[in-house]
């Protein structure tokens, strides 16, 4: 199958996975559990649990019998489904915003004008990003969507010394780099955490600072700012994410 058909099911929230059963039942129509994972390779001792986490989510059917047998639902009403999980998610957050931001507003006399930055380019990205590290005092926040998978080894060793230097360190990756190497080698290092469905990253210090990492067609950008209220905020929507998340080896994350 197209890596670009994985990539864009991984994007609406699948994980990889879970991506590689639907697209292998799409190709060969009803299968069994062994016979899936034989076609899709995905091992025996996983696929039942990617199957049911499927099931639940409107991707795929299952007919009773001996043994099993899984089917695609239509793509179609498949992804209309996610994406209305999605949308009714992001409606949910944006409200949590507007609660948090819109009484401070008000209560403001005077408007601050925050300082905010645009960043293009991988290179100036990652200048910045790794000069907001720099500036940590006590707490690291950082978000790792599959887009944003090279940063990684290139923030390692900043992490490390961040590490050395007693800070509290989350990472926050998208289950599509869970078999990444260098986010398995920042597992003994910081906690690391991993969940599908990630549409952006950056890095948040000491909830006072925020990076925020984006696609820009086929480049890199980021909004880079210092006003407490957005790096609050950013905060907010990190802990939302981290506690709905799951450590790589968590048998929930398939």
Same mark, same amino acid.
């Given at each position: ?10 994007? !609406? ?8 059963? /639907?697209?292998?039942?799409?190709? /060969? ?6 016979? !899936?994972?034989? !076609?899709?390779? =995905? ?8 199957? $049911? ?6 991707? =795929? ?5 001996? %043994? ?18 999605? $949308?009714? #998610? *992001? ?8 609660? #948090? ?12 004008? %925050?300082? =905010?930055?645009? =960043? ?25 969507? /599959? ?7 290139? *923030? ?15 990472? +926050?990756?998208? $289950? ?12 003994? !290092?910081? $906690?690391?955490?991993?969940? %599908? ?14 990076? *925020? ?23 907010? /929507? ?9 450590? %790589?080896?968590?048998?929930?994350? +398939?």
């Amino acid at each position: 199958m197209d890596e670009r058909v994985l990539s864009a099911l991984r994007s !609406l929230g699948l994980t990889d996975y879970q991506a590689r059963a /639907y697209t292998t039942l799409v190709r /060969y129509g009803e299968l069994g559990a062994r016979e !899936l994972s034989r !076609l899709s390779g =995905i091992p025996y001792s996983k696929v039942y649990g990617v199957l $049911e986490a499927l099931r639940e989510r409107g991707w =795929i059917g299952v007919k009773t019998g001996r %043994p099993k047998l899984y089917y695609p639902k239509p793509p179609a009403e498949a992804v209309r489904a996610e994406v209305a999980r999605i $949308e009714a #998610e *992001l409606k949910a957050l944006a409200e949590q915003v507007l609660e #948090e931001l819109q009484p401070i507003y008000e209560r403001s006399r005077e408007r601050e004008r %925050p300082d =905010i930055w645009i =960043i293009r380019g991988r290179d100036a990205v990652l200048s910045k990003v790794r000069e907001v590290l720099a500036r940590a005092s006590r707490e690291v926040l950082l978000a790792i969507p /599959y887009s944003a998978g090279w940063l990684l080894g290139l *923030l390692k060793p900043s992490i490390a010394h961040l590490r050395f230097s007693g800070l509290r360190i989350c990472v +926050l990756a998208s $289950e599509g780099l869970v078999e990444d190497r260098e986010l398995r080698d920042l597992e003994g !290092l910081v $906690e690391v955490r991993v969940r %599908p469905g990630m549409f952006g990253g950056g890095v948040i210090a000491d909830g006072r600072e925020a990076v *925020l990492v984006l696609t820009d067609g086929g480049g890199v950008m980021a909004i880079w700012s210092d006003y407490a209220e957005l790096a609050h905020v950013a905060k907010v /929507y990190f802990g939302y994410l981290w506690r709905s998340s799951d450590p %790589p080896d968590d048998p929930q994350g +398939l």
